[in-house]
């Protein structure tokens, strides 16, 4: 409590529109600790009024499913963030217009916590929101890993890491011929249940195999696209995960017997292409949407969204 036990409230009458990108995390053997951003944005405009009320509108992905109170996720994690800095909430008007699919491995849940701490943050008197290292940090904490807020906040390619208790995160100059290609399925897949599918070990070799292919990656998306292919090969997670995302795994093997660089968007279903060039990107476009014709268990909606380099944006902040 503020000395003289002065509350500290948050002001009403004000509205600010923050816009977070999609991200892709993994991107093959860098397991929880690879994100890229993608050209893909929701956007949130929050406004505060008096009283204690909270009403949520949504439009776009999620729109009529999603609550409209204060259960949903934004306006939960809104009211946390003031309450962990001492301040009493304002009420809240959110209207939410959602681009990212929701259950698919396009990072929507850390895209969700990172604009409502980047609101609730820029909703404080200045100075007391912390930046984007501190948002880092408090994002991260809250989704248990950091390769999907990393590049929601920051960006482009980041390689994340936790030290102790502290999450950290660096970015990295992605080649300017890459083209990331996304197939979207026409189902969702729990992050939980995706992740339930994991060992606890793996044998020692595995491990360092895996580690020779992150850092093969991290060559091939920095200035080698050409080894892509051989450095998206992952020995930690798809293959456990196949299970529960059969169409995914035949579309990656069908894409790989094809030269592509194919795998998992985060935990699934989405299927990520790194293709090395425009020409290998319309290519992989185009066996996907053959797929569509030869399957009909599942239909794919194909993206070529770029990448994101700016990260989450506060792109209207009115007092």
């Not at 929050?46 to 409209?68: H, I, M, N, Q």
């Not at 660089?261 to 060039?277: E, F, I, N, Q």
Request: proline letters at 6%; charged letters at 15%.
């Amino acid at each position: 409590m503020p000395e003289g036990n002065t509350v500290r409230r948050v002001a009403a009458g004000q509205s600010i529109t923050v816009s977070v990108p999609a991200t892709s995390a993994n991107l093959g053997p860098g397991f929880d600790c690879l994100g890229l951003a993608l050209g893909l944005r929701d956007t949130l405009k929050v406004s505060t009024v008096a009283g204690d009320g909270v009403v949520v509108s949504v439009a776009g992905e999620g729109a009529g499913t999603l609550p409209t109170d204060a259960s949903h996720l934004v306006a939960r994690t809104i009211l946390r963030r003031w309450a962990e800095l001492g301040f009493e909430p304002a009420g809240l008007e959110i209207e939410a217009e959602n681009r990212i699919p929701h259950g698919r491995g396009l990072g929507s849940s850390a895209a969700a916590i990172v604009s409502a701490l980047a609101a609730a943050d820029a909703l404080l008197p200045a100075g007391l929101g912390g930046g984007a290292d501190a948002l880092f940090e408090a994002a991260a904490l809250l989704e248990g890993h950091p390769d999907n807020v990393a590049p929601a906040i920051y960006g482009g390619l980041t390689l994340s890491w936790q030290d102790g208790a502290e999450f950290r995160s660096v970015g990295a100059p992605i080649d300017a011929g890459i083209v990331p290609v996304v197939a979207v399925p026409d189902v969702e897949l729990s992050t939980h249940r995706a992740r339930g599918l994991l060992p606890a070990s793996v044998p020692h070799d595995v491990a360092a195999a895996n580690g020779a292919r992150v850092a093969l990656l991290v060559r091939a998306l920095t200035g080698e696209p050409g080894l892509l292919f051989d450095g998206t090969v992952d020995h930690l997670h798809q293959g456990f995960r196949a299970e529960a995302m059969p169409q995914s795994a035949a579309l990656i093997a069908r894409l790989r017997a094809g030269g592509m660089a194919a795998v998992v968007s985060g935990a699934g279903p989405t299927v990520l292409v790194l293709a090395a060039d425009a020409g290998q990107a319309q290519r992989a476009a185009d066996l996907i949407e053959s797929s569509n014709a030869d399957d009909a268990a599942v239909r794919w909606r194909v993206w070529m969204p770029g990448v994101d380099a700016a990260g989450a944006k506060v792109e209207v902040h009115q007092r």
